[in-house]
């Protein structure tokens, strides 16, 4: 195949993407969930703990292109801890660890010197938030069914099954409907990609799938699946764009090439990052 002639292997068309290896990726990532979600909540915890440094490092590599060095070290452990203590003592343990974070990642910054110091705490405490403090809202979650135990069907296996699921169905909605009926772009600028048709078919997959969960495994009432399905679809999109705009503010196509047919981690973060935090605290004071 010559250069003037490329491989059509390479033309994903509107998906985007190659969706065979975009699905077996997929399927194996959910896989990983569900066992050690179902087999023991706490090795569950031990997955969000890696996915938190994995993008912590994305985060690193990203912002390097454009000069700003954050400090990877105390905002991986950090960033663990605070998902730790989440789990274990909840959310007033979570906050002091997230002071605590910021305050540390700051001093060690102080090692460097004076210049470009503020740049790069800026950005170490955007990294700190965006990642590992919404990221501890899992643990949250978690700890609905109590902080530790082999339960596999507790109320907070339950309660991230919602999550998930609600989240994926938002992502699975506006995929199929851009894909077949994308016509408006959302945001062109921003993600030329992303069309109302498929925010409206975001919409119905999450609200369909938030009804789903929330009768038939939260066992709560049915409108309770409508607001989630709403909250959900909001908070993914702008999740989405949120990281649509970072990227292309830092030049860069995907965070990484670390998950065969999706790019980086936060690439599959973006949307789960928006929605864990509302969903927590509809749940937690509508349902548990």
């Known amino acids: 195949m010559t250069a003037d002639n490329p491989s059509p292997a390479q033309d994903h068309g509107r998906a985007g993407r190659n969706v065979p290896v975009s699905i077996a990726s997929a ?8 066992v050690t979600l179902l087999v023991w909540k706490t090795l569950f915890m031990v997955v ?16 390097a292109a454009k000069g700003i060095d954050v400090p990877e070290q105390p905002l991986m452990l950090g960033g663990a801890t605070m998902v730790v203590v989440a789990y274990f003592w909840g959310t007033p343990a979570l906050v002091t660890a997230t002071a605590v974070t910021a305050l540390g990642t700051m001093l060690w910054l102080l090692r460097r010197g004076v210049p470009g110091y503020v740049q790069n705490a800026t950005a170490a405490v955007f990294c700190l938030v965006y990642v ?3 990221g501890a809202f899992v643990a949250l979650l978690l700890r ?3 902080a530790t135990g082999f339960d596999r069907y507790d109320d907070g296996v ?9 989240t994926a169905a938002s992502d699975i909605g506006g995929f199929v409907a851009g894909v077949l009926f994308g016509r408006h772009p959302m945001a062109p600028v921003i993600s030329p990609k992303k ?23 939260l066992d709560a009432d049915w409108w309770i699946g409508v607001c989630l399905g ?4 909001v908070m993914a999109t702008l999740g989405d764009l949120c990281e649509s705009v970072i990227k292309r503010d830092l ?20 949307s789960l990052l928006a929605t864990v935090a509302p969903i927590w605290l509809l749940l937690h004071y509508l349902v548990f």
């Open 27 to 34: 399927v194996v990532l959910i896989a990983l969930i569900l």
């Open 48 to 63: 969000v703990v890696a996915a938190v440094g994995v993008a912590i490092w994305e985060l690193h590599r990203g912002l």
């Open 132 to 134: 590992p403090f919404l």
């Open 144 to 146: 609905e069914g109590g």
């Open 158 to 166: 339950k309660a991230i099954l919602t999550f998930i699921a609600v």
């Open 195 to 217: 069309s109302w048709e498929g925010f409206a078919g975001s919409a119905v997959f999450c609200v369909g799938v938030g009804v789903a969960m929330v009768v038939w495994v």
């Open 230 to 233: 709403l909250v959900a679809v």
């Open 251 to 270: 030049g860069v196509k995907d965070m990484s090439q670390v998950i065969p047919g999706h790019g980086g981690l936060m690439d599959r973060l973006d």
